[in-house]
């Protein structure tokens, strides 16, 4: 599916709305000289704001996604949920302890946090 012209109000959320709307709008309303200068101006200020913001989180892969990336219609209405507490770091936390059994096996830690 994809639109021919998008009448977007300007406001604080209109570069939301662009940002969820922007793969799905043709690339001929985009460079069509028929335009007003107001509706040129204005999607050429969206798309600059688009290109400069980073949207999302780094993930654990050091994953982010730009304002133009494809890949985000995967969250079309939602947002993507990132845990900031990477295995990495959590496995940093705990130092490692030096055994010298042949058999290392974990306690599970007991309690209702144990495993």
Known sequence: ???NYIKCVQNHKSIEVMRHLRPFVSKRFLS???LTTDVKTFDHKIETQMKEKVL???THTGQTFTADDYRLTRFLGKSKEINPRFAIDLIAETPPIAAK???ISCDGG???LGH
């Open 1 to 3: 599916m994809a639109f």
């Open 32 to 34: 069509t000289d028929k």
């Open 56 to 58: 999302d989180k780094r």
């Open 101 to 103: 059994d042949h058999w």
């Open 110 to 112: 007991g309690g209702p």
